[in-house]
């Protein structure tokens, strides 16, 4: 597995790491594949009975590389965004989300497809597509108003507005805000625990229950999205909104 993410599988948890503080845990290429491979390997291994997602005590992740947009444009049915996007929409057994620090982009849309989500009552959730020249992403559009209601949802969305973790838990994006740092991964850890001791076939059929219907609809949502994404990220508004985050500066659209 890649330096950027660890994974380590104990107890029957398998825990994915994000490992690469010195760009904010920024998603590359080779993450997204990594993050791909360790779902599926939870998938097929029956000795792993739940899979947590965190970032460190600092920091979850400010989403997808934003030099990655500008030269790897990511998209498309066969790209390791995609194929994340797909595993963890369909992942079979649960996952838990340890947010502390910022969670911008993906780092947000991903929750929205794990089963339970600690957050430091100081992270910083934030979904800038539109801020971006972008769209939402990951099933978001769909997703979010669903749990949300679509007044808040378009708040987050269309405004980009930064949220606490603590307002996300008062808003149902997340389980529960806790202190920051290590207590969030030491709640991610506990609640794998508990689920890893219950009977396995009820869990999994149960989530499946849960989630399959809005899945399938998160899935074709998640096509649709990826369109629009991936035309966007080539036309003037991203390029623009990339290149001044690129240079530490404030964007200018005309
Ligand atoms: N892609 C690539 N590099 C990133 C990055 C990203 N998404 N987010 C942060 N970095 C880099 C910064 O460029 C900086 O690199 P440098 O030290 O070489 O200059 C380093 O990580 C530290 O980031 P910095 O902005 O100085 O940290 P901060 O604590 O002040 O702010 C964030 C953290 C996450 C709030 C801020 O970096 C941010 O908003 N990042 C962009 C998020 C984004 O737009 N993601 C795409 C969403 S679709």
């Known amino acids: 597995m890649s330096q950027q993410l660890l994974s380590d599988l104990t107890d029957g948890v398998l825990t994915l790491t994000l490992n690469r503080p010195d760009k904010?845990?920024?998603?590359?290429?080779?993450?997204?594949?990594?993050?791909?491979?360790?779902?599926?390997?939870?998938?097929?291994?029956?000795?792993?009975?739940?899979?947590?997602?965190?970032?460190?005590?600092?920091?979850?992740?400010?989403?997808?590389?934003?030099?990655?947009?500008?030269?790897?444009?990511?998209?498309?049915?066969?790209?390791?965004?995609?194929?994340?996007?797909?595993?963890?929409?369909?992942?079979?057994?649960?996952?838990?989300?340890?947010?502390?620090?910022?969670?911008?982009?993906?780092?947000?849309?991903?929750?929205?497809h794990c089963d339970l989500v600690f957050a430091a009552s100081n992270a910083r959730l934030r979904m800038p597509f539109v801020n971006l020249g972008l769209c939402p992403e990951a099933g978001s559009s769909f997703l979010l108003p669903r749990l949300l209601g679509h007044l808040r949802a378009a708040e987050l969305l269309l405004?980009?507005?930064?949220?606490?973790?603590?307002?996300?838990?008062?808003?149902?994006?997340?389980?529960?805000?806790?202190?920051?740092?290590?207590?969030?991964?030491?709640?991610?850890?506990?609640?794998?625990?508990?689920?890893?001791?219950?009977?396995?076939?009820?869990?999994?059929?149960?989530?499946?229950?849960?989630k399959e219907g809005v899945a399938r609809t998160a899935d074709e949502v998640m096509e649709r999205e990826g369109e629009h994404f991936a035309r966007l990220l080539r036309g003037p508004e991203a390029r623009e909104a990339l290149a001044a985050f690129l240079e530490k500066r404030p964007a200018v659209f005309r």
Do not use: W
């Not at 603590?166 to 808003?171: P, Q, S, Y």
């Open 24 to 112: 904010k845990n920024a998603l590359t290429r080779e993450m997204y594949a990594a993050l791909a491979a360790g779902i599926k390997s939870a998938d097929a291994d029956d000795s792993v009975r739940a899979l947590i997602i965190q970032g460190s005590t600092e920091c979850f992740t400010s989403g997808n590389d934003v030099s990655d947009f500008v030269n790897e444009a990511p998209g498309g049915p066969n790209s390791p965004v995609y194929d994340f996007l797909k595993a963890i929409c369909h992942a079979t057994k649960p996952v838990i989300a340890a947010v502390n620090g910022p969670a911008v982009g993906v780092g947000t849309t991903m929750l929205l």
């Open 159 to 210: 405004l980009g507005e930064e949220i606490s973790g603590a307002r996300a838990a008062e808003i149902g994006l997340a389980n529960r805000s806790l202190e920051p740092g290590q207590p969030v991964l030491d709640a991610a850890r506990d609640a794998a625990l508990r689920i890893a001791a219950l009977p396995p076939g009820s869990v999994q059929l149960s989530k499946r229950l849960i």
